[in-house]
């Protein structure tokens, strides 16, 4: 270990200049390449999806399903920001969150009549239901808000770095699924997932060690969510 790090060791033994959210992604790095380079996304990545019916339904019908149950867990996050966070850009980063959610909604109407997918008779799949409900369980006032933030960044990012993969040079994506890609994979859509890692970082700065352990656990469901919800593609889901 070099000095200068030495020097920066805490009391605990922990070194405090790697922020809390760097740590996890190289002691768990595996598991989120499993999500952002899940065999699905690799298929839109090389162009050989088949963009049948059935995947139409689960990227519009089921992740609009998904995105209707996010809203809800976004305000929660909101309100505790606005009490919690002492930092006044934080309300301004989530609430831009939630006005790209309300364009979101329309894209996905509007993408549901150019495939006529029916959006009101889509049924919720199981994996897509037990994600819906872990949000639900994160809004409630007993969660602390470094908790909510982590699994409000996870969700974000998670989904930003799985289609900015596919945009990245020498992939095929096919036509159809571009904007798609564009729409979560796009670069400001990346400076926003690097803005909510930062408020994570500060927000678990000044947490006790119980919530940052918590908001690790939290982490990880996220990331194995992220995983099922892919696994839904498989139709065995
Ligand atoms: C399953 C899932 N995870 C993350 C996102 C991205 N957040 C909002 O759109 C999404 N649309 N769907």
Known sequence: MEKEETAKMTVTGATNNIPVTETWMRK???????????????????????FSSFKRWLVIG????????FVPFVASVLM???????????????????ASL?????????????YHVSLTSVVPQN???TYCRFLESL????????VAITAFWAIE????????????????????LQETCERWGNEGFGA???????IVDRSLQKASAEVVSKAEVCFLSVVEHEVEFWNMSTGDA
């Open 28 to 50: 768990h790095r595996l598991l989120y390449d499993g999500a952002t380079r899940h065999p699905f996304i690799l298929s839109i990545r090389q162009g050989s999806v088949d």
């Open 62 to 69: 089921q992740d609009y399903i998904f995105v209707r149950s």
């Open 80 to 98: 505790k920001s606005c009490k919690e966070s002492s930092v006044e850009s934080d309300m301004e980063v989530i609430l831009g969150g939630m």
């Open 102 to 114: 309300a364009d979101e909604i329309n894209w996905f109407k509007k993408e549901a009549s150019k």
């Open 127 to 129: 994996a897509n239901v």
């Open 139 to 146: 809004t409630g006032q007993e969660i602390e808000y470094p």
């Open 157 to 176: 990012s998670v989904y930003q770095q799985s289609f900015a993969h596919c945009l990245e040079e020498g992939g095929r994506v096919p036509q159809e």
């Open 192 to 198: 926003y997932c690097n803005s909510l890692r930062d």
